[in-house]
């Protein structure tokens, strides 16, 4: 079974630019996470995403950041303009369900550099 | 509300044990640890859940005490592959309606030979 994808690895970009971030949860999952690690601190929740609807948003840091997930499918993060505190490892996970009991399966990131 | 980790990091020895400890000042109703590598995808280790039951691998364990709101795991005969950092997730009561993890900011685990 395939894991959590996601693209590309690693981006750098300049400040005001805009970059989408793409994540494909394992088959089958309906919940999708997005989660952000800033270099040396916790790792941190964006959203969470039950099929193609926002669940929970409250970790967005400002506007510039639009998530979507068209079809339940795959979701797409973009960041438009982008800020130099934006830099850090972006990751997305997937789930079967979303209560406590449920494991969340990790992608290995995206690392985001705004220069 | 993170919970708080402790040690922030351990240095071992091959066949050394040790204990990672995660502590949140809200109940929970769950804790998840993974353990991230450089570069690559936090892998999931263990869930425990209020009430008691346990999903994980084999070969780790791990206890939660739910008065405290603290969880422990234990690595025991540590192995070079051990090494990484080891975070832990939790879910705290109240929150049925999301999904999201609250991380702690991580335990760096080095095995030397």
């Known amino acids: 079974e395939a894991g959590v994808t996601q693209f590309p690895s690693h981006s750098v970009i300049e400040k005001g630019q805009t970059v989408t971030l793409r994540c494909d949860p394992i088959s089958g999952h309906d919940n999708l996470y997005w989660y952000r690690r800033v270099m040396g601190k916790e790792i941190k929740f964006l959203l969470h995403f039950v099929k193609e609807s926002k669940q929970d948003e409250s970790g967005m840091p400002n506007n510039r950041f639009l998530a979507e997930r068209t079809g339940g499918t795959y979701s797409t993060l973009k960041v438009q303009p982008a800020e130099l505190e934006d830099s850090g490892v972006y990751f997305c996970?997937?789930?079967?369900?979303?209560?406590?009991?449920?494991?969340?399966?990790f992608g290995p990131g995206t690392r985001l550099t705004v220069t | 509300q993170q919970p708080v980790q402790s040690p922030q990091a351990v240095i071992l020895r091959e066949g050394e044990d040790a204990v990672i400890n995660c502590s949140s000042s809200?109940?929970?109703?769950?804790v998840h640890w993974y353990r991230q590598k450089h570069g690559e995808a936090p892998v999931f280790l263990m869930i425990?859940?209020?009430?008691?039951e346990q999903k994980g691998h084999e070969k780790i364990s791990a206890s939660f005490n739910e008065k405290k709101q603290q969880s422990s795991l234990y690595l025991t005969a540590s192995q070079l592959s051990y090494s990484g950092t080891y975070f832990c997730g939790v879910r705290p009561v109240g929150s049925s309606n999301t999904g999201k993890l609250i991380f702690g900011q991580g335990t760096t685990l080095q095995v030397k030979p």
């Open positions: 996970a997937s789930s079967q369900g979303r209560t406590a009991s449920y494991e969340q399966y």
């Open positions: 809200k109940a929970l109703y769950s």
């Open positions: 425990l859940l209020k009430g008691g």
